[in-house]
Nanobody, 127 residues
Framework: QVQLEESGGGVVQPGGSLRLSCAAS????????IAWFRQAPGKEREGVSC????????YFTDSVRGRFTIYRDRAKNTVYLEMHRLQPEDTADYYC????????????????????WGQGTQVTVSS
């Protein structure tokens, strides 16, 4: 099983950028899909993006495609979510999670596919 820890949240103005980190340890990461979810106050947790750690193939939800990038650094065992052109509606607690699988697709943004969640990191977009 892989252990994950999120960091990098903060307060940013609309139009700004932020990079979140998901530090991983434990199991062989190449066997996993790593995903980022977010949960805004009073809303359901929603999938944002996922990456196949083995081949770096990615998938994004429509609302962030073109604004967010996800990538991994093998040397640091870390997956990053780089967020640009942030808007107030991006305000949420962001979580990374993992599931053992070999391909990405719409399924990897479904909350029910994941069992373990960290503490998350808070992102606030406000002027």
């Amino acid at each position: 099983q892989v252990q994950l820890e999120e960091s990098g949240g903060g307060v940013v103005q609309p139009g700004g950028s932020l990079r979140l980190s998901c530090a991983a340890s434990g199991d062989t990461l190449d066997e996993y899909i790593i995903a980022w979810f977010r949960q805004a106050p009073g809303k359901e947790r929603e999938g944002v993006s996922c990456i196949n750690y083995s081949d770096s193939s990615t998938y994004f939800t429509d609302s962030v495609r073109g604004r967010f990038t996800i990538y991994r650094d093998r040397a640091k065992n870390t997956v990053y979510l780089e967020m640009h052109r942030l808007q107030p509606e991006d305000t949420a607690d962001y979580y990374c999670t993992a599931v053992r699988a070999s391909y990405v697709g719409g399924w990897c943004l479904l909350r029910g596919e994941y069992d373990h969640w960290g503490q998350g990191t808070q992102v606030t977009v406000s002027s």
